[in-house]
Nanobody, 128 residues
Framework: QLQLVESGGGLVQPGGSLTLSCAHS?????????IGWFRQAPGKEREGVSC????????YYADSVKGRFTISRSKLKNTVYLQMNNLKPEDTAVYYC????????????????????WGQGTQVTVSS
């Protein structure tokens, strides 16, 4: 069973930065699974924020975060990161990471909220 654990959430002022981490146990998975970051704000549907491919590291970003968020991975640490800069109040949400097999493109993974395995989520609050 693959387990994903998110960390790094917290309270930050508008314009601030946070880095989320998605670590997993059970061996190296980044050679097979694509990893995505998703978020869900109160009263809203879950949306794909950014996804990274297992095969070639190709990335996808939602329009709302392009230029502000950066997804990256460390195969050595079995960890995927989401660097979030210039945070806005509308970025407030619970952020989840998920792992999905390589049969889907990163665009599909993010757009369709695909994930075979999910973490428990970490809260990000952007407020002054």
């Amino acid at each position: 069973q693959l387990q994903l654990v998110e960390s790094g959430g917290g309270l930050v002022q508008p314009g601030g930065s946070l880095t989320l981490s998605c670590a997993h146990s059970g061996g190296s998975i980044l050679d097979y699974y694509s990893i995505g970051w998703f978020r869900q704000a109160p009263g809203k549907e879950r949306e794909g924020v950014s996804c990274i491919s297992s095969s070639d590291g190709r990335t996808y970003y939602a329009d709302s975060v392009k230029g502000r968020f950066t997804i990256s991975r460390s195969k050595l640490k079995n960890t995927v990161y989401l660097q979030m800069n210039n945070l806005k109040p509308e970025d407030t949400a619970v952020y989840y990471c998920a792992a999905e097999g390589p049969q889907y493109s990163v665009q599909a993974m993010c757009a369709l909220n695909l994930g075979e395995y999910w973490g428990q989520g970490t809260q990000v609050t952007v407020s002054s």
